[in-house]
Antibody, heavy 115, light 108 residues
Framework: QVQLQESGPGLVKPSETLSLTCTVSGGSMTNYYWSWLRQPPGKGLEWIGSMYYSGSINYNPSLQSRVTISVDTSKNQFSLKVTSLTAADTAVYYC?????????WGQGTLVTVSS | EIVLTQSPGTLSLSPGERATLSCRASQSVSGSHLAWYQQKPAQAPRLLIYDASSRATGIPDRFSGSGSGTDFTLTISRLEPEDFAVYYCQQYGSSPWTFGPGTKVEIK
């Protein structure tokens, strides 16, 4: 059974950079897209971006200028960086395995942007 | 960008009743690449349906999806107590992949 687990800070300051890592267990990273999504408290879901295991990448244009996703198949991990944080970036961040639709999800990690 | 609209916003039903949830797209969804998810409080979403009508692994057959083009439907034939949750549709026919705002199915 594929499992994903997010890790990273729960609190970051405005204007700083958020770095999150997702560790994949129970399956190979090949032949899938590896994705990040987020959900502000009490609100809906937003797709951030996805990276194919071989390196091709697709970002949501609304965040593209501030986001970087990378994959390290040797460690079974992929990562997200978001720069220039504001309070609007406060959300639960999820990592997921995808083929367009998101079939396996991490439990999510709450990131609060506050000084 | 394809905008998804879900209706109703809230559906109040009793266990055993049939639930019909609608998802409408602002333009045609290529390849009927539409998925449905269930989310319960403090949990990650769970994939129910992909490609408009294919059930994900382990999903009970009381969940079914239909539709094409701009109009899609998720039907829960007989609501079980564990089915009361928020349901989201998502299109992956064209980038950026987008979600609807959700329909909450609550106990009447």
């Amino acid at each position: 059974q594929v499992q994903l687990q997010e890790s990273g800070p729960g609190l970051v300051k405005p204007s700083e950079t958020l770095s999150l890592t997702c560790t994949v267990s129970g399956g190979s990273m090949t032949n899938y897209y590896w994705s990040w999504l987020r959900q502000p408290p009490g609100k809906g879901l937003e797709w951030i971006g996805s990276m194919y295991y071989s390196g091709s990448i697709n970002y949501n244009p609304s965040l593209q200028s501030r986001v970087t996703i990378s994959v390290d198949t040797s460690k079974n991990q992929f990562s997200l960086k978001v720069t220039s944080l504001t309070a609007a970036d406060t959300a639960v961040y999820y990592c997921a395995r995808s083929r367009g639709f998101f079939s396996y999800w991490g439990q999510g990690t709450l990131v609060t942007v506050s000084s | 960008e394809i905008v998804l609209t879900q209706s109703p916003g809230t559906l109040s039903l009793s266990p055993g009743e049939r639930a019909t949830l609608s998802c409408r797209a602002s333009q045609s969804v290529s390849g009927s690449h539409l998925a449905w998810y269930q989310q319960k409080p403090a949990q990650a979403p769970r994939l129910l349906i992909y490609d408009a009508s294919s059930r994900a692994t382990g999903i009970p057959d009381r969940f079914s999806g239909s539709g094409s083009g701009t109009d899609f439907t998720l039907t829960i034939s007989r609501l079980e107590p564990e089915d009361f949750a928020v349901y989201y549709c998502q299109q992956y026919g064209s980038s950026p992949w987008t979600f609807g705002p959700g329909t909450k199915v609550e106990i009447k």
